[in-house]
C-alpha cells in the first residue's frame, strides 16, 4: 500500500521562493497560485505556459546578395538572439517548476509532456474536465445557488459557510459574474 503524502499548509500555499504543491482535491487553487508563482518568475515564463515555446524567427544568412548554403544544399540560418534564447529558457523553468511541484501520481500523467504549456493544459484537462463537465458543474452549482436554504439544525454560520462555497463555485474561472450580480 502507498504511503500517504504527508504536507503541511505551507507547502500547499507555496512562497515566494517556492511553488505551491498540487493536492488531488485543491486542483482550483493551486492553478491559481501557481500563475500567480510563475508571473512573479517573470512574464516569459508564464507566457511559455499560456501560449508555449517561442519558436524564434530564423533567417537564411546572406553573404554577398547570395545565400550562404551548407553542405548538401540547405541555406545556413542566423542564431537565435539573446532574447529568443531567454525566453525559450524560460519554457525549461516553468517546465520544471510545475513537474516538480506535483505529487507522484499526477507526474505519471504528465512524464510524456515536454514544454510547459503540456503539462498545464493535462492537468488542467485531468481535474477540470472537458468543456462539456464544466458546463455541467456550472448548472448543477447555479441550481444549488437557486435552492439553497438554512437546514433546521444548522447554525447562521454553517449556513453562511455553506452558502460562500457555493458563490465560490459560481465564480470560478469560465463564469464571469459583476460584483452586483455576486451580491444579489
Same mark, same amino acid.
Given at each position: 500500500?502507498a504511503?500517504?503524502?504527508s ?16 493536492v ?32 524564434? /524567427? ?13 553542405g ?5 540560418m542566423?542564431?537565435p ?9 524560460s519554457d525549461?523553468?516553468?517546465f520544471? *517548476?510545475?513537474?516538480c ?5 499526477? /507526474?505519471d500523467?504528465m ?15 485531468f ?18 445557488f ?11 454560520e *454553517?449556513?453562511f459557510?455553506? /452558502? ?19 451580491n444579489?
Open positions: 500500500m504511503q500517504p503524502l504536507l503541511n499548509v505551507s507547502n500547499c500555499v507555496g512562497g515566494s521562493n517556492r511553488a505551491p504543491i498540487l488531488a482535491n485543491e486542483y482550483h487553487h493551486w492553478s491559481q497560485r501557481m500563475e500567480m508563482y510563475l508571473k512573479r518568475l517573470g512574464r516569459d515564463v508564464w507566457r511559455s505556459v499560456e501560449k508555449g515555446l517561442h519558436v524564434p /524567427f530564423l533567417t537564411p544568412v546572406q553573404a554577398d546578395g547570395a545565400q550562404v548554403r551548407l548538401g544544399g540547405q541555406a545556413a542566423n542564431h538572439m539573446k532574447d529568443d534564447l531567454d525566453k525559450m529558457e525549461a523553468v516553468a520544471y *517548476e510545475i513537474s511541484r506535483v505529487a507522484p501520481d499526477n /507526474f500523467i512524464i510524456i509532456c515536454n514544454l510547459a504549456k503540456e503539462p498545464w493544459d493535462v492537468l488542467n484537462n481535474y477540470e474536465g472537458s468543456q462539456q463537465h464544466q458546463d455541467k458543474r456550472l448548472t448543477t452549482s447555479l441550481n444549488e437557486k435552492n439553497v436554504k438554512a437546514h433546521a439544525a444548522e447554525s447562521l *454553517e449556513s459557510k455553506r /452558502f460562500n462555497l457555493i458563490v465560490t463555485k459560481l465564480s470560478n474561472p469560465g463564469t464571469v459574474r459583476s460584483n452586483h450580480e455576486t444579489i
